[in-house]
């Protein structure tokens, strides 16, 4: 059957957006981020935030208005947030991210029947493999992160500079829909399995993560991640694993984190 992508409205604009996050049909072998922590890990520091340095990019909607692209968009969203706080140019267009949109999920640009969002494994697996671009900004591989548990979601951040979120929304966060940057979504009822959505970490504070998505930045709260982003909730949470931001790892947690046996569960994959 068909996947119907939802549209929802932005009132104080006139505008429409929409989600496009499917369930995994079959959850591919992962990582956890928690098999590779050391007792002696440094704590992060209390509040982070990557988002400055792409705060143009980030305010870019990459055609999740009018496509359930939500998976592709908040991937290039966490590619160039890798990229310019590596103090790189960020390349990308939004042509490029309904290419990457129609290789992960099936659509053809021009028929609207083959809008049928994608998976956050299924794009995971695409961009490290393949990359954002054909051949170029992959990732060395990715690890799934317990939303349920504050110290890693952060460590999660503060290490690989990324988190990407999998969640089915509850209705109150969208009806209505957010209209600025800093919004706040806490624990609001049940998910809702038509609001299907994914978003980008740029960041955290004291009370949650900051989130990107339909170009504008916000928060979700730790609670609502343990509530939202978890297997029990049907969401899914991720951290991906960007070259220059593992080199930054190894100098944050040398001694915190084990890189080699990482190194070697990846190859194992690969192979």
Same mark, same amino acid.
């Given at each position: 059957?068909?996947?119907?992508?939802?549209?929802?409205?932005?009132?104080?604009?006139?505008?429409?957006?929409?989600?496009?996050?499917?369930?995994?049909?079959?959850?591919?072998?992962?990582?956890? +981020?928690?098999?590779?922590?050391?007792?002696?890990? =440094?704590?992060?520091?209390?509040?982070?935030?990557?988002?400055?340095?792409?705060?143009?990019?980030?305010? #870019?909607?990459?055609?999740?208005?009018?496509?359930?692209?939500?998976? #592709?968009? #908040?991937?290039?969203?966490?590619?160039?947030?890798?990229?310019?706080?590596?103090? *790189?140019?960020?390349?990308?267009?939004?042509?490029?991210?309904?290419? !990457?949109?129609?290789?992960?999920?099936?659509?053809?640009?021009?028929? =609207?029947?083959?809008?049928?969002?994608?998976?956050?494994?299924?794009?995971?697996?695409?961009?490290?493999?393949? /990359?954002?671009?054909?051949?170029?900004?992959?990732?060395?591989?990715? $690890?799934?992160?317990?939303?349920?548990?504050?110290?890693?979601?952060?460590?999660?951040? %503060? $290490?690989?500079?990324?988190?990407? !979120?999998?969640?089915?929304?509850?209705?109150? %966060?969208?009806?209505?829909?957010?209209?600025?940057?800093?919004?706040? %979504?806490?624990?609001?009822?049940? =998910?809702?399995?038509?609001?299907?959505?994914?978003?980008?970490?740029?960041?955290?504070? =004291?009370?949650?993560? +900051?989130?990107?998505?339909?170009?504008?930045?916000?928060?979700?709260?730790?609670?609502?991640?343990?509530?939202?982003?978890?297997?029990?909730? *049907? /969401?899914?949470?991720?951290?991906? $694993? /960007?070259?220059?931001?593992?080199?930054?790892?190894? *100098?944050?947690?040398?001694?915190?984190?084990?890189?080699?046996?990482?190194?070697?569960?990846?190859?194992?994959?690969?192979?």
């Amino acid at each position: 059957m068909p996947h119907k992508i939802k549209t929802i409205a932005q009132p104080s604009t006139g505008r429409s957006f929409k989600l496009g996050r499917r369930r995994p049909v079959a959850r591919c072998p992962r990582l956890s +981020l928690k098999n590779y922590l050391y007792k002696s890990l =440094p704590a992060p520091p209390p509040s982070i935030d990557y988002s400055v340095k792409p705060a143009t990019f980030l305010r #870019a909607i990459l055609g999740n208005d009018t496509l359930g692209d939500c998976t #592709a968009a #908040a991937a290039f969203h966490i590619g160039g947030t890798l990229l310019s706080n590596a103090g *790189q140019a960020i390349p990308f267009t939004q042509d490029d991210v309904i290419k !990457f949109y129609s290789a992960t999920g099936g659509y053809i640009p021009g028929n =609207p029947d083959t809008d049928q969002g994608a998976d956050e494994q299924a794009c995971l697996n695409y961009w490290q493999a393949n /990359g954002l671009t054909p051949g170029q900004h992959k990732i060395t591989g990715w $690890l799934s992160v317990d939303g349920s548990n504050l110290d890693e979601v952060r460590t999660a951040m %503060w $290490l690989f500079e990324s988190l990407y !979120f999998g969640m089915e929304l509850p209705d109150k %966060w969208i009806n209505p829909m957010p209209s600025k940057p800093g919004f706040l %979504w806490d624990v609001a009822g049940d =998910p809702d399995p038509d609001n299907g959505h994914c978003v980008s970490g740029e960041g955290y504070t =004291p009370i949650g993560v +900051l989130i990107d998505t339909w170009g504008m930045v916000g928060v979700i709260t730790w609670d609502a991640i343990a509530k939202y982003c978890t297997t029990a909730g *049907q /969401g899914e949470l991720y951290c991906v $694993l /960007g070259v220059d931001a593992i080199n930054n790892a190894t *100098q944050k947690a040398s001694n915190g984190f084990d890189f080699t046996q990482l190194q070697a569960d990846l190859q194992a994959i690969r192979n």
